[in-house]
């Protein structure tokens, strides 16, 4: 007895919009005939030639069986369905000119031996807590350290990828990527006040054969850092720096009367530039 086919009541289930898709459901009965075949095989063959190959203009992309939970007399009966969805539509690469932007704000870590304010302090019955000022981390010895501690801090990261011609990126442009590296920028760049960008370096990729001809895409990363104003060390007031700039404090002995202990205390504050500054203009974006 041959297989057959029919589509279920319920069958027909769409979806319209940006996904498009189409199920139709069936169900299958027989008994197989075939002593080389598993019934589940003819049976799926059976639906493969029954369920259209389109569906309001969609393609069939999968075919699905399994064995019902009823069963009719001798024969076997299955729950068939057909899925129908738009084929994958390769996308175009980029183009000569186009570009792609992404951006991570996950922070950076900086060592600081300053804090912003001291909240509390706390001594043991009968002694006074030494005042340091809000030094961090001050050590117990004559004549020791400050300690410090590492923090999170406002770091803004991001990548542009352009696509350049193979004739722009010729080996003196990439010697000019690697000698940008480590550099932040003199002028504004994106939007971002001098000395606030750090170029972290390009990374290329070129299409096509390597003897020339293909496009090149190049990664450019960056990281920000915003430039400060009003800085307070201590007594230390009116610090400002660039972003990329780094702040060092100054300590010295100094007697705490009130604690009867000699303590660490902030008498200078310095402001470094650590990296060169240059015009991002080099970098042809």
Same mark, same amino acid.
């Given at each position: 007895?041959?297989? @057959? ?5 319920? #069958? ?10 189409? +199920? ?7 008994? %197989? /005939? !075939? ?9 799926? +063959?059976?639906?493969?030639?029954? $369920? &259209? ?8 992309? =999968? ?30 690469? &980029?183009?000569?000119?186009? #570009? ?7 922070? %950076?870590?900086?060592?600081? @031996?300053? /804090?912003?304010? @001291?909240?509390? #302090?706390?001594? $043991? &019955?009968?002694?006074?807590?030494? =005042? ?12 020791? #350290? ?7 801090? &406002?770091?803004?990261?991001?990548? +542009?990828?352009?696509?350049?011609? !193979?004739?722009?990126? @010729? ?14 920028? /003199?002028?504004?760049?994106? %939007? ?11 990374? *290329?990729?070129?299409? *096509?054969?390597? /003897? ?21 060390? *201590? ?20 007697? !705490?009367?009130?604690?009867? $202990? ?24």
């Amino acid at each position: 007895m041959p297989f @057959t086919v029919e589509e279920r009541d319920t #069958s027909r289930t769409i979806t319209s919009g940006k996904n498009p898709a189409v +199920e139709l459901r069936f169900v299958v009965r027989g008994i %197989g /005939s !075939d002593p080389a075949k598993e019934d589940d095989e003819e049976a799926l +063959e059976a639906l493969e030639a029954a $369920a &259209p190959a389109t569906f309001l203009s969609l393609p069939r992309r =999968d075919v699905r069986l399994e064995p019902a939970v009823i069963t009719e007399g001798a024969e076997s009966v299955w729950d068939g369905e057909a899925a129908y969805t738009p084929l994958d539509i390769e996308s175009e690469p &980029p183009q000569q000119g186009e #570009s792609a932007f992404a951006f991570d704000t996950g922070g %950076g870590t900086q060592h600081i @031996t300053h /804090s912003l304010a @001291t909240v509390a #302090s706390y001594a $043991a &019955p009968g002694t006074t807590a030494p =005042d340091f000022q809000g030094a961090i981390g001050v050590t117990a010895e004559v004549g020791g #350290s400050v300690e410090g501690v590492d923090i999170v801090v &406002p770091v803004f990261q991001f990548t +542009e990828t352009h696509v350049f011609a !193979d004739a722009a990126v @010729t080996d003196a442009y990439k010697i000019a990527l690697m000698l940008m590296t480590g550099r932040v920028n /003199s002028d504004m760049f994106r %939007g971002f006040a001098a000395g606030s960008v750090l170029f972290l370096g390009a990374a *290329g990729s070129k299409r *096509g054969p390597a /003897s020339g001809g293909g496009d090149w895409d190049i990664t450019f990363r960056f990281a920000v850092s915003v430039n400060l104003s009003s800085i307070v060390v *201590g007594p230390i007031t009116g610090i400002n720096k660039k972003g990329w700039e780094y702040l060092w404090v100054r300590y010295e002995d100094a007697e !705490d009367g009130a604690a009867h $202990a000699i303590v660490k205390r902030p008498v200078a504050a310095y402001v470094e530039r650590v990296y060169t500054e240059l015009p991002f203009s080099s970098l042809g974006i």
